[in-house]
């Protein structure tokens, strides 16, 4: 049965140290090929997994960045989980398209905060942009995570499973602790929250990513923001650039993401003109007199 590979292959992927986003991403790429095909992946033989590969990428114009995403869930499947080493594993390549992410401005962000409409929302996205928070990173903070002492946020097993403290504004601060205050959870910090609001106080799972998702979308088409490409996740990306503008030293806005080399922080230099209009107004007053 499906449900019994989809099992073995979580326990694979947890055991590898995979995340939970490339969890659902590795088992969604393998249902879908077993939807394809109307039968259990195990019953799936090479000749048929290469037809699907070649139709994805030359009838169904997937880009490639999901067929990276396909050919790597796939692959960890049959090797890791059903133990088949076949010769079209070796040979699969897909280039990872690396398009700069879109950009919102600070006023942008702000009218898109403005318009959540609940309370809940505006602090669980005030926080993901205030901090350069990851979704699931936020989904996860507990109330003990906080440390108003120090004024920072301890960030527990975010990407590639490293914690990291991050610096917490004060005006955040302010906005978590009336938050808190509307539930009063033991532990977490955005607990899930019936449709009464009371069982948010003895709940053990935090809020879910799709509710937060759509609460951005909502307050982003009601804050009159058109740009394509804009997501919860865009916030963090934001955080970086508007960082930079400010002069923050790059060193540090990478220790703040959690980046593991400096050449992933750098990216949102090319996503900030401050450093293009400074060049110029130093080569007017260079040029000055001529």
Same mark, same amino acid.
């Given at each position: ?29 393998? +249902? ?42 796939? +692959? ?39 318009? $959540? +409409? ?57 906005? $978590? ?6 539930? +009063? ?106």
């Amino acid at each position: 049965m499906m449900t019994d590979w989809y099992q073995r292959s979580i326990n694979a992927l947890q055991l590898n140290g995979k995340g939970e986003s490339t969890q659902e991403a590795y088992t969604r790429a393998v +249902r879908m090929l077993s939807t394809f095909y109307t039968k259990p992946p195990d019953e799936i033989t090479e000749a048929e997994l290469e037809a699907y590969f070649l139709r994805r990428r030359n009838v169904d114009h997937w880009s490639p960045n999901t067929m990276r995403i396909c050919y790597c869930g796939i +692959r960890f499947f049959f090797v890791h989980v059903l133990q088949r080493s076949w010769r079209l594993f070796d040979i699969l390549r897909a280039k990872s398209e690396s398009p700069l992410p879109a950009i919102l401005s600070s006023e942008e962000v702000r009218a898109i905060l403005r318009c $959540l +409409r609940t309370p809940r929302n505006h602090a669980f996205l005030s926080t993901v942009y205030a901090c350069g928070l990851r979704l699931q990173e936020a989904q996860s903070l507990e109330v003990s995570d906080i440390d108003s002492q120090r004024m920072m946020i301890h960030v527990h097993r975010g990407k590639g499973a490293k914690d990291r403290f991050v610096p917490l504004p004060r005006a955040t601060l302010t906005i $978590l602790r009336a938050h808190w205050r509307s539930h +009063r959870n033991p532990r977490l910090l955005f607990p899930a929250c019936g449709r009464d609001g009371r069982s948010a106080a003895t709940a053990t799972t935090p809020m879910a990513k799709s509710s937060v998702q759509g609460a951005f979308r909502h307050a982003k088409r009601d804050a009159g923001v058109g740009k394509r490409g804009v997501s919860v996740h865009t916030l963090r990306h934001c955080y970086a650039t508007h960082l930079l503008e400010a002069g923050v030293n790059p060193r540090v806005i990478q220790r703040h993401m959690g980046h593991a080399s400096l050449e992933s922080t750098m990216l949102y230099l090319h996503l900030t003109h401050k450093g293009t209009e400074d060049a110029y107004a130093l080569i007017d007053r260079v040029m000055e007199g001529l």
